[in-house]
């Protein structure tokens, strides 16, 4: 009851702010309700993955695949794919953000999974280019070794040098 | 060394909004830039890196949720120094600060700043902290606690924000009225590559309100000359170029006034009231043929522009002033037929907005993806003029709203999505307790036979190793017999019992058959006993290794058992709980979305109605205006007429006029016939478009003549010139 009473009081004010011209308080209460509840659902979502990661990915059989550049050269990276047990599980085409995030240090989870313990075939394919639009492509394999705990793999593409290499964490 | 978080995120903007509310932003947004090319720094955890992928493209929420999640899990551990998350402990406080105030989460960021300021820090990283903070309470409008933060830092500022603490400082000074010191500070900054032209700005600013005037002139005039490819900065170029020429003009420095405006670029964002403002200058000196060159190109522009709307009226009024009252009727009736048509557009425009499809339209997604998205809003079935919208959706606190207001739609379509999330979630946990519960019942029965000969096995070992333990002490040889002669021994045994009970019963050569076979025994037991025990202890090792083998099994086994229990079960409460406080958070959010929606939809039609007041007045002005046209030119159409009647009289009269004619039979036709000829013939000789007459050097220009004003005979028609004032208190206002 309190609830609604307080929703309707709300609704009397935001009717009245239409009504007049906005004043500075009515700002900064309404700026500083919404700071609480962008915090609230930050919290909330942080919980949340949680549990999404813990209901679909359980650390026994989670594997998470992460990509990287390693270019200090200038190189925009276009597209990765990625093969584990012999089935395409990623396909990613960057966007320009994307590549400059990368070309700052981000590092793209570009996939999480389930797999068995034990070994895993792990190939990775991409393609990019210079800048001056010279392209450059390459794939390499790697095996991923599955344990009881989760197993995170950084995928660390060197695009001018069409090297790929593979960093277990 | 730390990735400048606020540099990546002061790059990038919409387009068409970030040249109009560059200067709005910009400011204090750039002096992050300084550490754009840093070097990266090498990546010691995984969990940061990819928290930071999503802060490098301005996902702040994301980024807060990951770096949240890895700060909360590293105060969790039990030894959280062996996490590599420790690396990156400093940077990641800092970035979740950082992240909070781009995501206009103040209250937050502070708090997480002043966190690091009290935590036990090097002074460095405190001074670091102290300029973020100090940068929070100048982005709140708080210069004097800005200013009280920034008296925290003592001695070293990190290099990579040492010019930025610098601007900063001098910018709170500004505020608070010590300009003295802020001119001292930005002279300093001066060639300061990552602040370019804004301590320029600044610094010019500031020295005009201090009243070093000739100065500030100067430099604003150094920074005005300049020019670039780049939009962002010739737009600062243009802005300042138009606020210098505003100022003189209203100081009534009009020769000095002109060239600033003429510097400003033809296509940029400024170029409108630049135009408008050039035109004034002309009008105000008397020179109103002057004033029609750039009012004409300023007359063709978009209509929805406020300066092309006052031009629209300036232009026939300019006419008036040269005596071309047709062609100013003319301009006047277009005016109305313009004034008539954007009332109308404004007045659908209030009514979409009351609507609430203005709103609709910013809860749009597509929206924000394409360039200039706020003049493509128009574009959607019933959305308001944007046009019109354009300078208002370019203020900050206009900003602030639409922003909040996105990122309140954002969050109640994450908690939406995550309300589906939360019903597959519960259907996968009922497929995986259907598809369990029926097996481990059986499973649990095999485990437990299983695990009872795996304990056995066990025992077994242990009392194998037992044994051999203790013959490394003590020296067992019957330990190590095979199981044929661990036989033969007992067998023996027995034989010696019998032959001890009854020694008579058996033959010599058979008691010493037995001795015979005993020692042989015992022989072969003790030569062979160390290579026996090596045996003995290899066969444990490799029992070990298989015992090893059997025990990963089995723990895999019981993990793989809890798993799939846990797959299943625990998760009922924290959904239901998690589902609650969604739909809380859903309320709350619809109420706070309708809250700043109102506010954004109030605003809207505020500045849309007072721009249709505008054109009302404008309208009755200009109707006014046109019948004045009219009369006079009907007056002067019927002194032509009376003219040219006596004309027609003299010419019939066949005896010429007596030589000394009156002087007044001649007069009309040299003051007035030709006079009107040459003025209504002058419009058509002014280029419609221009630029050249634009670009008039200073030297061109000329001393204005004294007594050029306009004159006071039709100040009624006369739109008041109001952006040059606007102009004014805008660019004071944009060093914030």
Redesign the interface.
Known sequence: MF?ILQ?AL??L???A??A???SRD??RG??????D????????????????EK??F?S??QVAL?V?VADEKPFELESVEVTLNGEIVAHHLYTY??I???Q??????IYTGNVQ?GGHPLQVRFIGKTPSGKEYRANASYQIDKA?GPK?V?IRISGTESEINFKD? | MRIPLLSAFSGVAGAGLRVLSFTLCSLSLLPSVSGADDDKEELRDLFFGAAMYYAHQENYFDAIVALDNELAQYHRLDEPALDPFSNHLGQAEFSVGDLELSYRMHREAGRAIEAVLKGNVSQEVRNEAAYRLAKIHYHKQQPLNALHALEMIEGRVPLRVRADEQFLRARVFMELGRLEEAVELLKDLKGEESLEGFVEFNLGIAQLKSGEEARGVLELTALGKRHSGDPADQALYDKTNLLLGSHLMEAGELQLARPYFDRVNLEGPFSNRALLGAGWVEARAGRFDRALVPWRILQNRKGTNESVQEVMLAVPYAYGKLDVHSTAAIHYGRALDAFGREIDTLTASINSIRQGKFLEALRRKEATQVQNWVVALRNLPEAPETHYLLDLMASNDYQEFLRNYRDLNDLYERNKEWLKSLAAFEDIISARRAYYEPLLPQLDEQFRTLDARIKLRMEQRDQFSSRIEQMLVSRRPEYLATAEEQEARLQLLQLHKQIARNPKGFTEQSRSRVERLQGILDLRLSTEYHQRLTEAYKHLQALNAEIEKLQTVYRSYVRSRQAATHSYTGYNKDIQRSRAQIRSAQQRLEMLMARQGSMLEALAVEELERRRSQLESYQIKARFALADSYDRANELQEQREDQRKIEQHREAQPETLPEQNPPELEAPESENGLQEQSLEAQPETLPESNPAELKVPESENGPLEQGGQPQADQPEILPENKSAERQVSEAEGDKA
């Open positions: 609830r929703i709300l609704l004010l935001a009717a702010v239409n007049q011209n906005v009515d700002i309404l700026d500083e309700q919404i700071q509840v962008k915090k609230d659902v930050i919290d909330l979502t942080a919980t949340l993955a949680q549990l999404e209901l679909l359980p026994n059989t992460f990287s953000r994307e400059e995030s990368l700052k240090g981000g590092v793209q989870k313990a009881v995170f950084e964490w």
